[in-house]
């Protein structure tokens, strides 16, 4: 994944948005398939 390249150790903060925006897409992703 892209988006943790670019987040710091530290930044637990966007590190939860970015995985809850991927889970969001994910789910999406899913919804579409079944």
């Known amino acids: 994944m892209e988006i943790n390249k ?4 530290g930044d637990m903060g966007t590190k939860w948005l970015a995985e809850k925006k991927y889970d ?7 919804k579409n398939l079944g």
Not at 24 to 30: G, H, T, V, Y
């Open 6 to 9: 670019t987040l710091q150790p």
């Open 24 to 30: 969001n897409l994910l789910m999406m992703k899913l």
